[in-house]
């Protein structure tokens, strides 16, 4: 399958990883494969989303957060996609994972709410500890 120029990072991720499933292996988890261990596969960072997407399907909430960290981290290697990918990977942490990592903290209403502000708040750290730096400017030779 290929995908035109300007497409989005989802279907050039998808349409790399996709042909290369057999039927023996599509039942496995996903979460099983590391981005380091598909290097011929395109958009390795990419990959990491989708492997803190499936960690959270099969309801591995804290594998999903350090995965969901570690796809942050790798953005910064895809300059050309970057931005789009860490937009979807917000809304994945702050709609999905961190809802569903509270409401594993307890039966009490109020406790999942203060665990979802903190989670939120660790998140927030995260991503600013994490943001891209700036290019450092040419200094001028002497």
């Known amino acids: 399958m290929r995908t035109r120029p300007g497409s989005s990072w989802l279907a050039r991720s998808s349409s790399g990883f996709a042909p290369h499933r057999s039927p023996e292996t599509s039942s496995k988890p996903a979460t099983r494969c590391a981005p380091s261990a598909c290097p011929h596969l395109p958009g390795t960072s990419d990959t990491s989303y989708w492997i803190a997407a499936a960690a959270r399907g099969l309801g591995q909430l804290d594998r999903a ?78």
Do not use: C, H, N, Y
């Not at 990592?101 to 203060?114: L, N």
């Open 65 to 142: 957060w350090q995965a969901a960290m570690a796809a942050w981290v790798r953005t910064g290697l895809t300059q050309d996609r970057a931005s789009a990918l860490r937009a979807d990977l917000d809304r994945l942490v702050l709609t999905a994972i961190i809802p569903d990592r509270a409401r594993d903290t307890g039966p009490a209403r109020s406790g999942r709410r203060e665990a979802a502000d903190t989670m939120i708040t660790d998140w927030e750290r995260f991503k600013a500890d994490w943001e891209p730096s700036p290019p450092a400017p040419l200094s001028q030779p002497q």
